[in-house]
């Protein structure tokens, strides 16, 4: 089994920088692909980014492109979302997610989930 925990999350103001964290253990980070998504009250949750295994491939959702980096640190077992130009549509719970399959935008792909973390962007 995996357990993720996610870190970093706080209030910031709009247009500010956030940098969220995500512990793994219990697994072999490398071998699985990593996504993070958000969720705001009474809304579903949606995807915001993903890389592989390698790192070499990522993908954001169009909402966040160009303002956050998704990365990982397979050596340290651990994923990072760089959050920047934030705005208050960004405010939700954000949650790690470990895909054994591969690099997905799906939510059903992947198998394992942090708790989340409270990220909220005053304007």
């Known amino acids: 089994q995996v357990q993720l925990v996610e870190s970093g999350g706080g209030l910031v103001q709009a247009g500010g920088s956030l940098r969220l964290s995500c512990a793994a253990s219990?697994?072999?980070?490398?071998?699985?692909?990593m996504g993070w998504f958000r969720q705001a009250p009474n809304k579903e949750r949606e995807f915001v980014a993903a890389?592989?295994?390698?790192?070499?491939?990522?993908q954001y959702a169009d909402s966040v492109k160009g303002r956050f980096t998704i990365s990982r640190d397979n050596a340290r077992s651990t994923l990072y979302l760089q959050m920047s130009s934030l705005k208050s549509e960004d405010s939700a719970v954000y949650s790690c997610?470990?895909?054994?399959?591969?690099?997905?935008?799906?939510?059903?792909?992947?198998?394992?989930w942090g708790q989340g973390i409270q990220v909220t962007v005053s304007s």
């Open positions: 997610a470990a895909n054994g399959k591969g690099y997905s935008i799906d939510v059903v792909s992947y198998d394992y």
């Open positions: 890389i592989s295994r390698s790192g070499v491939f990522i």
């Open positions: 219990g697994g072999t980070f490398r071998n699985y692909a």
